[in-house]
């Protein structure tokens, strides 16, 4: 039970954190990491509301933090934005290659998230929650989106995809109430059927004529605009 826990300073000797360890801990405000420690669990530090700091100790050889900000050690894989940071704008590291799992949500603060050339891939639920996200571009580095990374996005109006992005997973814009309009690269060839559900009624897709995207749009009862 971590319902009244406010700061979770873990012990040298320490090797892993479990998935979901500290998930949910509503109180919970600042997490330092021992040097000791090897793996952290999905979503381990998910869903605490007023985390706002996580400390990597120096000398940990698996993750290291910048900013409150939680990294792998060479900051290839940015693991955890703690869900209090106050600010509402941030630039994801250059040296940035994967998003993680559930990464930035839930978040009630940020406007604006700048993701830089050479990020490769968005897991799972990696912006899931983040309700005040205006509107996102993905440099064309982006491969791989996973399910569900933007639902619940509820304040996103427009993104612009990575022109190598082929798939858009199941729930990956679900519940993005204000999202209105979307343009579809060519190159997609798979679109979930919940990928867009729930969004604004007057979403329109956006991409070239007789592309899967337009027949995708028809078949769910989207308005479409060819480019």
């Known amino acids: 039970d971590c ?21 949910n801990c509503e109180e ?15 979503e381990a530090l998910w869903n605490c509301e007023k985390l706002a700091s996580v400390t990597v100790a120096e000398g940990n050889e698996a993750y290291a933090s910048r900013d409150g900000v939680l990294y792998d050690r060479d ?30 949500g839930p978040n ?4 604006e998230v700048t993701i830089p050339e050479g990020v490769t891939e968005i897991r799972k639920k990696a912006f ?26 509820e304040d996103l109006e427009s993104i612009v995809l990575s022109e190598n992005i082929t798939e858009i997973p199941e729930a990956a ?5 204000s999202l209105r309009e979307i343009e579809l690269p060519a190159c997609v060839r798979q679109i979930d059927q919940d990928a867009f559900k729930y969004a604004d009624v007057s979403l329109c897709v956006r991409g070239e004529a007789g592309s899967y995207a337009e027949s995708y749009a028809k078949e ?3 308005a479409f605009s060819a480019l």
């Open 28 to 42: 919970l405000r600042e997490a330092v990491i021992p040097a000791s420690v090897e793996s952290i669990g999905a």
């Open 220 to 222: 769910h009862r989207i």
């Open 128 to 153: 899931k929650y983040c309700e005040a996200l205006r509107s996102l571009a993905l440099p064309d580095t982006v491969t791989s989106i996973g399910a569900e990374a933007f639902k619940y996005c």
């Open 108 to 111: 009630e603060e940020l406007r």
């Open 3 to 23: 319902d009244e826990l406010r700061f979770a300073v873990l012990p040298e000797g320490l090797r892993a954190i479990g998935e979901n360890a500290f998930g």
């Open 75 to 104: 900051f290839s894989t940015l693991v955890l934005y703690p869900a209090a940071k106050p600010d509402r704008t941030f630039a994801i590291p250059d040296t940035v290659r994967v998003i993680g799992a559930a990464a930035f």
């Open 173 to 177: 814009f679900k519940y993005c109430e």
